[in-house]
């Protein structure tokens, strides 16, 4: 699973988010064969053809910067970029691909470094390439709240249901699967994206993330150095074991 390999940037390379632009929530990819199809409202379907965009010559990646930690892309043309332009009011964004032959993110790169091995990498995700979260821990967060919300507001790659809350704050390794195992890299600190509507692309609450501060802080002084006041809610992957996983494969964890 490539993910977080598209991303817009401002003029000067700078990442541009849901955070910054709250309607990128309402961003909706699909896909067509070997082309993505991007659709929001009010706006016409913009085509990506991936399968020119991963074989054709697209000239020199343009330097981006997430976090601090340098990455390159491959701009995706004007029409993507007008697209974006008209959908959120602006001039300045341009979409960027990573296509496999780009370096990735090292986490050894990143002020993380200790927590990541030599090979550990991400793409255009904030840290680690995949966001494991438990079904079960969002169900037990809503009895807190008044107006419950959905794994949307997580944005997990990796949902999984069938264990007790929270049980992913304690998993060290997590196998899916036949092959593939993951490395609990640490545990994942949100943010006030959370508190954007998925549905509306509005932020209409201080929760979930008000309520998740009072509780879900971290204890550890060695996180709370690098998280600071910020809860935490999911953990962070890396790969150990490549290969498939599919909807519905058991999960086992130690």
């Known amino acids: 699973?490539?993910?977080?390999?598209?991303?817009?940037?401002?003029?000067?390379?700078?990442?541009?988010?849901?955070r910054q632009e709250h309607k990128m929530l309402l961003v909706v990819p699909s896909f067509e064969g070997s082309n993505m199809l991007v659709n929001a409202p009010n706006m016409e379907t913009l085509t990506?053809?991936?399968?020119?965009?991963?074989?054709?010559?697209?000239?020199?990646?343009?330097?981006?910067?997430?976090?601090?930690?340098?990455?390159k892309g491959y701009d995706c043309g004007d029409e993507a970029a007008s697209w974006f332009g008209r959908y959120l009011g602006r001039t300045n964004y341009r979409l960027v691909y990573h296509r496999?032959?780009?370096?990735?993110?090292?986490?050894?790169?990143?002020k993380y470094r200790q927590f990541f091995n030599n090979k550990d990498a991400a793409i255009y995700?904030?840290?680690?390439?995949?966001?494991?979260?438990?079904?079960?821990?969002?169900?037990?967060?809503?009895?807190?709240?008044?107006?419950?919300?959905?794994?949307?507001n997580f944005r997990p790659n990796l949902a999984v249901s069938g264990a007790s809350a929270y049980e992913e704050d304690k998993?060290?390794?997590?196998?899916?699967?036949?092959?593939?195992?993951?490395?609990?890299?640490?545990p994942c600190p949100r943010c006030m994206l959370t508190t954007i509507n998925p549905k509306t692309g509005i932020r209409d609450s201080d929760d979930p993330?008000?309520?998740?501060?009072?509780?879900?802080?971290?204890?550890?002084?060695?996180?709370?150095?690098?998280?600071g006041e910020a809860p935490c809610f999911g953990v962070g992957l890396c790969v150990d074991t490549s290969g498939e996983i599919r909807i519905g494969d058991p999960v086992y964890a130690a």
């Not at 998993?171 to 640490?186: D, E, H, L, P, Y």
Request: charged content about 25%.
């Open 1 to 18: 699973m490539r993910d977080r390999v598209f991303l817009l940037i401002t003029e000067t390379g700078t990442f541009v988010t849901a």
């Open 48 to 71: 990506i053809w991936l399968s020119k965009l991963d074989t054709e010559q697209l000239g020199q990646p343009v330097s981006c910067k997430i976090w601090g930690t340098g990455v």
């Open 100 to 110: 496999p032959d780009l370096a990735p993110r090292m986490g050894k790169n990143s």
């Open 125 to 152: 995700a904030d840290l680690t390439p995949y966001h494991f979260l438990l079904e079960s821990s969002v169900e037990e967060l809503n009895t807190h709240l008044e107006n419950p919300v959905t794994i949307r």
């Open 171 to 186: 998993w060290r390794n997590i196998k899916i699967g036949k092959q593939v195992s993951f490395r609990n890299v640490k």
């Open 209 to 227: 993330l008000k309520t998740l501060k009072i509780y879900r802080k971290t204890t550890d002084p060695v996180m709370k150095s690098f998280d």
